[in-house]
């Protein structure tokens, strides 16, 4: 039973959410369900030309950009965390592992050419 009478949301849409569940138990993303993965990929390329229009001409769309930014770090196979490990190794020689080599091999880069070979394992405070 969906309750929608005196809710502020009254829409077929919430029919479809529940739906999803019930049709899968364990459903964790909404949008790995048929219904709502077809939504996505026909809409998707239209949202990122709205989204990138709207920061071109400075409307901010923070809901709609950050929503579609988490959609793509959920779905991507690779996540762009290894440019947070490059940071963090910038700024204080954290070292980090490279998509290339085995795990656990992990790599210091002199990003600026200067300050020699500073490690994380080298600091006194």
């Not at 009478?5 to 949008?31: H, K, M, Q």
């Not at 369900?33 to 809409?43: C, P, V, W």
């Not at 200067?114 to 394992?121: D, E, K, L």
């Amino acid at each position: 039973m969906l309750w929608r009478e005196g809710c502020i949301i009254r829409s077929r849409f919430l029919g479809n959410i529940r739906d999803a569940y019930e049709a899968n138990l364990d459903l964790v993303f909404l949008g790995s369900d048929e219904y709502f993965k077809g939504i996505l990929e026909n809409t998707l390329g239209d949202w990122r030309k709205v989204v990138a229009k709207a920061i071109e001409v400075g409307i901010p769309m923070p809901c709609m950009a950050s929503a579609i930014t988490f959609l793509d770090g959920y779905t991507s196979e690779k996540v762009p965390a290894n440019l947070l490990q490059a940071q963090r190794d910038y700024f204080g020689a954290h070292t980090y592992e490279r998509t290339d080599k085995p795990r656990g091999e992990f790599f210091h880069t002199n990003w600026t050419g200067r300050g020699g070979n500073t490690a994380s394992t080298t600091y006194d405070v």
